[in-house]
């Protein structure tokens, strides 16, 4: 039964045989009662957002085959429907696209770790001495200026002050091997990850490991007593590091999703640790998190993360050995899962789940967190507050075709680079900006502060153009998620097209027109402008020079004639909203 109260806290209970009294709320009330045996609290996805964000919500998140209509394929009307959530109130516009200039003046801005301190301490605190744990979900260490210039350092510095127990990986990789390992050596909690190995050549070689007999680079899991019971909480990483960014970062390891030592892992733990519950702190991304559930057994709880989808209710997953519960929480800082567990000898009972939206203007921020905040960002002040322009439309990221924080630097590429055509990838970190923004180099290093940051220019068929929006495509609507890497739709400046989300590779894009209304050819060859490559050396200029050079220019940021994708096969579609 769901139910929404006057208060507009959504109430939802789920009943199986396993739990018979699963309860969730999306509340902003964060002295929340404790009620079960030990609390796990989760945040994932945070990508250095220390202070404050507005980030917008997708209008696209598109569900095709087995997916369509199922969470976290949900948007606009089709979420509050089937979350029984309100339109304009706090909790949905947290969740949700709807009306966000209109609610983001109205509530404020989400997140920031100074408010996340200080809801996690009134958890833990009622949760009681010793029977909490803190896990955070990866993409901590990058996505903000500062972050980079620290090689991810100054969000340790914050995550331990929030008494980060355990941690997984994924963006973390991209500082390198030797970047990891300062992190590591700088987090006060465990990082975790079961699922990366040494290759053959680094274990010949000696290459430092947790376990060089098995070649596991990383204690696959913890163990934790917690009031009278054993938690296990296994690591699960981004399974395609070296596929999705560069192969160079990471040399000596190998990565992938690995069910089959996870399965192990599962039952080393339940077997021989004698743990009351599993949990799986993953970074996979929902539609990998969902299939792995149904095929792994033993596995109580997955708290997923990587696709940034903000799911109210867990979803249960039944395989061979009973049921998995699958959660997400969200991205940027913006919630943070509260799971009370009532745990009996070596089962899970019962689940309470909450997921809170940070609201700032309801929280009293940390004094110490603060002021590390202002610490870190001290000696880059100058840089960071350093006018570039004013935007006169929303500027946000995260949707599965379009976001004009995207068309905003493929414009300011194209101009500067004198280019016909240009790509941005498919990120869906990077924060949004109401119009009337000031932007700031600051705010333009929120949505492209990477270690492979480079503008590149080069020339490229018709065909080979296709080819490459079919693949990127395919990884985001392949129908088995095992073939889907997480992001977004590669974002294409200076032409028009079509897509089939539902079709199969190959069959998906169409249409293809440049601004000036010449149809791209198959044997034509054009300038193509872009950046953040995964296989090209890293020379030349950074995105964030060209397009602050653009932007101080122009002094005003107005979208012209943004580019257009036509979606085919979508009507109808509950993750698809104009």
């Known amino acids: 039964m769901m139910r929404t ?5 959504m109430m939802a209970a789920a009943s199986t045989a396993l739990l018979p009294r699963l309860s969730v ?19 994932t996805d945070t990508h250095a957002n220390a202070r404050p964000v507005r980030f917008r919500e997708p209008n696209q998140n598109i569900g095709v085959g087995a997916a369509r209509g199922r969470p976290p394929h949900l948007v606009g009307k089709n979420f509050l429907k089937m979350y029984h959530m309100q339109s304009g109130t706090r909790a949905a516009h947290a969740f949700m696209f709807l009306d966000f200039e209109q609610l983001a003046h109205r509530f404020g801005r989400l997140g920031g770790f100074a408010a996340m301190k200080t809801v996690i301490d009134t958890l833990r605190a009622g949760a009681g001495a010793g029977r909490s744990l803190l896990l955070d979900g990866g993409d901590l260490c990058q996505g903000t200026g500062v972050a980079d210039l620290t090689g991810g350092l100054s969000m340790v510095t914050l995550g331990n002050l929030l008494g980060i127990d355990a941690m997984t990986g994924h963006w973390e990789f991209t500082y390198g091997q030797d970047g990891l390992g300062k992190i590591i050596k700088a987090l006060r909690g465990t990082f975790i990850a079961q699922n990366v190995f040494l290759s053959a050549e680094a274990g010949m070689m000696g290459v ?21 019971y054993r938690v296990g909480v296994i690591g699960q990483a981004f399974p395609y590091v070296p596929i999705a960014h560069p192969r160079r970062f990471v040399p000596d390891w190998r990565f992938g999703i690995r069910a089959g030592n996870l399965q192990k892992m599962i039952d080393e733990l339940r077997q021989t640790h004698k743990v009351d519950a599993v949990l799986l702190l993953s970074h996979n991304g929902m539609a990998v998190d969902l299939k792995l559930a149904a095929q792994v057994t033993g596995l109580d709880i997955i708290l997923g993360g990587h696709t940034h989808d903000a799911v109210p209710a867990p979803v249960l997953v039944k395989n061979a050995g009973g049921t998995t519960i699958v959660t997400n929480a969200g991205a940027a800082g913006k919630f943070i899962a509260v799971l009370d567990l009532e745990l009996g000898k070596g089962r899970l009972k019962d689940l309470h789940y909450r997921l809170l939206p940070i609201y700032t203007d309801r929280i ?30 929303l500027l946000y990221r995260r949707n599965n075709f379009y976001g004009s924080v995207d068309q905003v630097i493929m414009d300011a590429l194209r101009e500067e680079m004198d280019a016909q055509i240009a790509f941005s990838p498919g990120f869906r970190w990077g924060n949004s900006f109401l119009s009337g923004s000031v932007l700031t180099m600051g705010d333009l290093l929120t949505e492209t502060a990477i270690t492979y940051p480079m503008v590149y220019v080069s020339m490229m068929t018709g065909a080979a153009i296709k080819a490459m929006m079919e693949d990127v495509c395919d990884n985001l609507f392949n129908p088995n998620p095992y073939y889907q890497q997480g992001g977004d739709m590669i974002r294409v400046g200076g032409m028009n097209y079509a897509c089939a989300p539902a079709k199969l590779i190959g069959h998906r894009i169409s249409g293809m027109v440049l601004d000036n209304g010449e149809t791209v050819e198959a044997g034509k060859t054009y300038k193509v402008v872009s950046w953040a490559s995964v296989s090209l050396p890293q020379t030349g200029t950074p995105v964030w020079a060209v397009v602050a050079a653009n932007l101080k220019r122009r002094k005003i940021v107005r979208l012209i004639k943004p580019n257009q994708v036509k979606l085919i096969g979508v009507a109808g579609n509950p993750g698809y909203a104009v």
């Open 364 to 393: 009293k921020p940390d004094a110490v967190v603060r002021d590390a905040i202002e610490a870190a960002e001290a000696p880059h002040r100058a840089m960071l507050d350093e006018t570039l322009a004013t935007t006169e439309v």
């Open 208 to 228: 430092a490991a947790f376990d060089q007999t098995t070649g596991q680079v990383f204690p696959p899991y913890v163990i934790r007593e917690l009031g009278r």
């Open 5 to 9: 109260t006057r208060r507009g806290v």
């Open 25 to 43: 709320s999306a509340a902003d009330a964060y002295d929340v009662p404790m009620q079960g045996d030990v609390r796990i609290i989760h945040q």
